[in-house]
């Protein structure tokens, strides 16, 4: 039996801006060290901003964000730097950032890190998207406290998954990346939606990590945006919905802290 091994990893120093990948990185008791460690905050209402919500903030996906440096356990996160739409590039630690970043989003903003404070994003559920409850709405849900993640801490799919849709879809272009994981999980021989078998139990990567899997991870309108040379595709959400019930991939917490690399091996366990 060929065992499945850790084949990408991937952090969003900034929620919902492009982020970087990695050849390793260490998982905290909130995820990979680094992920999600700043948000845009729409002062006006108080809520982080969410590509989920594309009529308020059509353009996430635009810019770019990545460290300076990798960041170390046990040191402060280092700065980050974020580009622009239009190339122009600013630091977390430039005096002026919220104000250009208020002119690029056209709203009144600021760059902030978790706080204890609760935080709320929104969400918009397309009309077109009929195959979905409440086609047209607009949702607000809030974020884990302390952190700025939609729902689960880690967020990881399958090479079997992504092959399954590509064989349900085969006019679309399915690439890991719209599904911004943090982790991705080769299985060879592998079929289907086969996260929905992992739920409730753990896997050990390499020989630190342990993560329990949580949750299905319901998918929402990001997978369906332009992604730099991805089109948009509406098409992606709705074969998600009609044959696994609008499920991509896991959420997960972490038991065990660690190191974890590409190449690593995983093992599930039934507790």
């Known amino acids: 039996m060929t065992i499945p091994l850790v084949s990408s990893l991937w952090r969003y120093p900034v929620k919902s801006m492009m982020g970087e990948e990695m050849n390793a990185c ?3 008791e909130k995820g990979l060290l680094g992920d999600r460690a700043f948000g845009v905050i729409d002062i006006e209402t108080g809520k982080l901003a969410n590509a989920k919500n594309p009529l308020k903030w059509p353009n ?3 810019y770019r964000a990545a460290f300076v440096k990798p960041p170390h356990v046990d040191e402060p996160i280092p700065p980050v730097r974020i580009t622009f739409p239009n190339g122009q590039m600013i630091l977390s630690t430039d005096n002026d950032k919220d104000v250009l970043l208020t002119e690029t989003f056209n709203r009144n903003v600021k760059l902030s890190i978790p706080s204890t404070e609760d935080v709320e ?3 918009y559920i397309p009309e077109e998207l009929t195959e979905v409850e409440n086609p047209g709405s607009i949702f607000t ?3 884990p406290k302390g ?3 939609d729902i689960g801490i880690v967020h990881l799919i399958t090479t079997a998954t992504i092959d399954r849709l590509r ?3 085969p006019s679309s272009r399915i690439e890991a990346r719209r599904f911004r994981p943090n982790i991705i999980i080769d299985v060879p021989n592998g079929e289907g939606f086969i996260e929905n078998e992992w739920v409730g139990k753990t896997l050990a990567i390499g020989d ?5 899997i949580m949750q299905n ?4 309108i990001m997978t369906t945006l332009a992604q730099g040379d991805l089109p948009k595709d509406t098409n992606v959400l709705k074969s998600i919905v009609k044959h696994n019930e609008g499920s991509f991939g896991v959420y997960a917490s972490v038991i065990k802290k660690g190191e974890i690399k590409i190449g690593d091996q995983i093992k599930l366990k039934y507790y």
């Open 26 to 28: 260490y998982m905290t």
């Open 60 to 62: 996430m996906f635009q």
């Open 121 to 123: 994003f929104e969400g």
């Open 141 to 143: 849900r809030e974020s």
């Open 147 to 149: 952190t700025f993640y």
């Open 167 to 169: 064989e349900i879809n």
């Open 208 to 212: 630190e990590v342990e993560l329990k």
């Open 217 to 220: 991870t319901k998918r929402c």
